[in-house]
Antibody, heavy 118, light 105 residues
Framework: EVKLVETGGGLVQPGGSVRLTCAAS????????ISWVRQTPDKGLEWVSI???????YYADSVKGRFSVSRDNSKNSVYLQMNSLRLEDTAVYYC????????????WGQGTLVSVSS | DIQMTQSPSTLSASVGDRVTITCRAS??????VAWYQQKPGKAPKFLID???RLQSGVPSRFSGSGSGTEFILTISSLQPDDFATYYC????????FGQGTKVEI
């Protein structure tokens, strides 16, 4: 059974940083495409970033230069480093498995809430 | 950016009803559309890709159609478990989601 578990969310001040972790079981992250998708009541669902099995990474324009995705194969985990956080980054962040790099997502974690507020 | 516009935003229906949700793309995206179902407090569930390909385990009462700029999700006979919010997604150019359609009683 595939399971993705996100941790690391919480309250952070504008301009601050936070690192999210996506711990996977039932799949090997280095053999898969793993994305981060966020959701807010106002803007809905928004794809944020992807890391390919090859290690290539891509970002939405809204986070490019501020967020960074990486992985630790030994821990079978993917990370989202979020720097220079803005109020509009407040969202529930999901990690999700993308079967083929198409940016469609068949397995999702339960999500972790990041609140950016002073 | 490709915009996806869903209608209606909210839909009131009863068990057994046939339900259709429309999604319009701001430009031609061929059939690069997926549909998801989301219940409160839960992650989205993947229903359909390539506009009409039902994912494994998804009931056959769900179907998708369309190409180009207009796409439809149909639930042929609404069941109690189907009351949820539905999202379309284009993946022709990166990814954008529609704003969602809440199906309520």
């Amino acid at each position: 059974e595939v399971k993705l578990v996100e941790t690391g969310g919480g309250l952070v001040q504008p301009g601050g940083s936070v690192r999210l972790t996506c711990a996977a079981s039932g799949l090997v992250v280095s053999d898969n495409y793993i994305s981060w998708v966020r959701q807010t009541p106002d803007k809905g669902l928004e794809w944020v970033s992807i890391i390919y099995y090859s290690g290539s990474t891509y970002y939405a324009d809204s986070v490019k230069g501020r967020f960074s995705v990486s992985r630790d194969n030994s821990k079978n985990s993917v990370y989202l480093q979020m720097n220079s956080l803005r109020l509009e980054d407040t969202a529930v962040y999901y990690c999700a498995r993308d079967r083929n790099g198409s940016l469609t997502f068949d397995y999702w974690g339960q999500g972790t809430l990041v609140s950016v507020s002073s | 950016d490709i915009q996806m516009t869903q209608s209606p935003s909210t839909l009131s229906a009863s068990v057994g009803d046939r339900v259709t949700i429309t999604c319009r793309a701001s430009q031609n995206i061929n059939n690069w559309v997926a549909w998801y179902q989301q219940k409160p407090g839960k992650a989205p569930k993947f229903l359909i890709d390539k506009a009409s390909r039902l994912q494994s385990g998804v009931p056959s009462r769900f179907s998708g159609s369309g190409s180009g700029t207009e796409f439809i999700l149909t639930i042929s006979s609404l069941q109690p478990d189907d009351f949820a919010t539905y999202y379309c997604q284009q993946y022709r150019s990166y990814s954008t989601f529609g704003q969602g359609t809440k199906v309520e009683i």
